[in-house]
């Protein structure tokens, strides 16, 4: 082992607002032991996701919140480094929920377990194209979305982990793909490297004006990751019979009770005969070969692009989850799990 302590992030203070350094408590204690049936486990990278905000809440949302004293629920890759299990063997990559810490006891495998890394498989993708960020794009785009061949996609948020794989998946159903994101080099991402077809910038443009231009007979699909202003005006410009699917509420910030302020234009579903439908990626859990397996083939074909933002470090995984509602991230915002020495006092995220 690379360390004699297992440091670990828990949960202190519920925000009110943002997400500060105040709301988790650097802890150091002792590397778990594996009981018969169990394998330990060294973390070594952590997925950062907006989801993780509602976590902080009092409230339960598609599961229960992370309690106080907690270790900070998360999902994360590692290597079996002890076993007494014959399901893992030493060597052995898992996947799955690890918590924001060095090491990780695991039992028995299931849903919200820590699950062996297929074969072939590159670990760190198991928190990307495999992870929440491509189940998610895949289920919303095809059976939300239902997209077409010929159809027109709006996704918002283009440059993050779920946006960008969401528009290349309806991309290579068929379908025109305009992505929003903020700043000129996200939307030169999203356009050259994501190929699609055209991004608004949000920042700089307007983005009424930018729809009517490049969709004048309105879009098919909306798949929404941020809410708000974006959502409105992608609402006032639909098609007959579009499809807008609820992917986020980034912009609300995911504040306890205050997902975002209903759309004042609303109606504009009526009015285009089209409807709105959430959903969380787990309600596929049956479905996840399939996803697998073609995510997987687009990939071999080198027709998928994932970018990564990395932060290093531990200490940097509170940083890393403020900075996904200030913007910082373009594709997946992963932490590197390194190992320091002990340290007597808390180091303090940036």
């Known amino acids: 082992m690379s ?9 202190k203070a519920r925000p009110r607002e ?13 590397v778990p032991t594996p009981g018969p049936g169990e394998a330990l486990v060294r973390v070594t990278w952590l997925a950062i996701e907006p989801t993780q905000r509602t976590w902080l809440n009092a409230n339960a949302t598609y ?35 690890t918590g924001w810490q060095d090491y990780v006891l695991t039992g028995d495998a299931g849903l919200f377990g820590l699950n062996k890394v297929p074969d072939g498989v590159a670990p760190k993708a198991m928190l990307n194209l495999y992870g929440a ?28 982990s779920v946006g960008s794989i969401a528009g290349q998946v309806a991309r290579l159903r068929g379908c025109r793909v ?16 994501a190929r699609f077809d055209a991004c608004i910038d949000y920042k700089s443009e307007d983005i009424r004006a930018r729809l009517r231009a490049l969709a004048p007979q309105g879009v098919d699909v909306v798949f929404d990751n941020v809410g708000g202003h974006v959502l409105e005006a992608a609402l006032d410009h639909l098609a007959r019979g579009a499809r807008v699917v609820l992917s986020g509420s980034v912009a609300s910030g995911y504040k306890d009770g205050d997902y975002g302020t209903a759309p004042r234009n609303y109606m504009q579903l009526g009015f285009k005969r089209a409807r709105m439908e959430g959903f969380i990626f787990l309600d596929y859990v049956s479905r996840f070969p399939e996803a697998f397996r073609e995510l997987a083939a687009w990939d071999a074909q080198g027709a998928l692009h994932c970018a990564e933002s990395i932060a290093e470090g531990l200490e940097q995984a509170p940083s890393a989850l403020r900075g996904l509602f200030e913007g910082r991230n373009v594709g997946k915002q992963l932490v590197r799990v390194t190992s320091i020495p002990c340290s007597s006092s808390p180091p303090r995220a940036q």
């Open 3 to 11: 360390t004699t302590s297992n440091r670990q992030w828990v949960l």
């Open 18 to 30: 943002a997400v500060s350094d105040d709301c988790f408590e650097w802890r150091e204690g002792p």
């Open 63 to 97: 599961i229960q919140p992370v309690a106080l004293g907690e270790v900070m629920r998360g999902a994360g890759v590692g290597m079996v480094i002890a076993s007494r299990t014959e399901r893992l063997a030493v060597g052995d990559w898992v996947a799955g929920l």
């Open 133 to 160: 960020s491509g189940l998610t794009a895949y289920f919303g785009i095809t059976d939300v979305g239902r997209v077409a061949p010929g159809e027109t996609v709006l996704v918002s948020a283009a440059a993050g």
């Open 178 to 193: 305009i992505g929003i994101a903020g700043g000129p080099h996200k939307a030169e991402w999203v356009t050259r490297t």
